[in-house]
């Protein structure tokens, strides 16, 4: 929805009600993703788009009804390849539709959201869109990383959907949930759609290495924007890195020092040092440490790791900013693959997010979900 926040912003600091269709689930090639919106106010006004337009008319009348009546539907849609083809998109696929009510009556935390947003702070919108109670669809609970305000029905189903909505909030991804219809996770009958507000972290890889490659396409299913960098064109290519968001041909050090000084790294930026190479790895790790990174973490050798503590000292860090360092990387779980080295990186950056212990849940008693993400 935020690429009709603004607009929804306006009409509802002026009273106005309007209908917003909003894809909470794909299938197959759709062409847009979950989260993208269009907005119908009551003069006809349109703005956004649900499938590039495809089914902006059903939608566009759908929306007229539910601004009348006030019922929100969930509608799922076709696209045919024919369809897709014939507005300029490249393929097909299929998508669910929710299209609801919206007016400062019926979404009193709307104005705070907006802020919210417009601050650049984490917040989720959790919406029930399906339900066996026809009177929980539409439901809404705001979510942020330390707040909640509303309820979508029971303290159970907030709690169930509190959990998990922070967990997509902080990978910047929006998605729908399913539980039964009091909040059970191993149950069916309701489904809640939770819109982030995030954008995605990040996560910088330094050294276009073959366990590189592993890495990008672990970041890349853990919901990072992942970015490779290497000073070296021959090995730092888009063909070799497919699934990364940017291959950047730089020095890392001079690449993080400058995406530090732009502020596009913050605390929850993941970086991993695969070099093995100190003339790149030292320099590199010198900014990272010095910076309010997430996590920090360099592949190696025990003695590797000793002789690159050993320069970092020589260079002037201190102490507490060694202690940020996660080497050698990873945790114990026996990898020897690129593959399976990637698991042991990203296991270790999960635990930490989330304060994990790292042990295996089969011998732990309590909660299984974590509540504060990257302890201070």
Request: with cysteine; glycine share 10%; hydrophobic share 40%.
């Amino acid at each position: 929805m935020r690429d009709v926040l603004d607009q929804l912003n306006e009409r509802l600091s002026r009273g106005e009600t309007v209908g917003v269709g909003t894809v909470v689930r794909t299938f197959s090639s759709a062409p847009r993703p979950p989260g993208a919106a269009m907005l119908v106010a009551e003069d006809g006004t349109v703005v956004g788009s649900v499938s590039g337009g495809c089914v902006e008319g059903a939608v566009y009348e759908l929306a007229q009804q539910v601004i009348s009546d006030g019922s929100p539907v969930l509608q799922r849609y076709g696209v045919s390849d024919d369809d897709a083809f014939s507005v300029g998109l490249t393929c097909g696929g299929i998508i669910d539709v929710f299209v609801e009510r919206f007016s400062r009556e019926e979404f009193p935390d709307f104005a705070r959201l907006a802020d919210s947003v417009a601050g650049e702070h984490a917040v989720a919108v959790a919406t029930v869109v399906e339900h066996p109670d026809a009177d929980r669809v539409g439901s809404r609970m705001v979510v942020w990383p330390q707040d909640v305000s509303g309820s979508l029905g029971s303290d159970r189903i907030d709690d169930a959907v509190l959990d998990d909505a922070r967990g997509l909030l902080a990978t910047g991804r929006s998605a729908s949930l399913h539980y039964g219809p009091e909040g059970q996770r191993r149950g069916e009958g309701m489904t809640v759609f939770v819109n982030s507000y995030e954008p995605p972290p990040r996560m910088l890889v330094f050294g276009a290495i073959d366990f590189a490659r592993a890495m990008v396409r672990m970041g890349a299913f853990l919901g990072y924007r992942v970015t490779v960098c290497d000073a070296r064109p021959v090995f730092a290519t888009t063909a070799r890195f497919p699934e990364a968001d940017e291959v950047v041909v730089d020095w890392p050090h001079r690449y993080l020092s400058a995406q530090v000084d732009a502020g596009a790294v913050d605390e929850r930026t993941v970086v991993a040092v695969l070099t093995h190479d100190p003339k790149f790895d030292v320099p590199v790790l010198e900014v990272a440490l010095r910076s309010k990174l997430g996590y920090v973490g360099a592949m190696g050798s025990r003695r590797t790791h000793e002789d690159r503590m050993a320069r970092l000292r020589e260079a002037g860090l201190a102490e507490h900013e060694l202690e940020r360092l996660a080497s050698p990387v990873g945790l114990d779980l026996g990898a020897r693959t690129p593959e399976e080295t990637a698991v042991s990186i990203a296991s270790e950056i999960i635990m930490l997010r989330w304060s994990g212990s790292g042990r295996r849940l089969s011998e732990l008693a309590g909660r299984i979900h974590g509540d504060a993400p990257w302890p201070e």
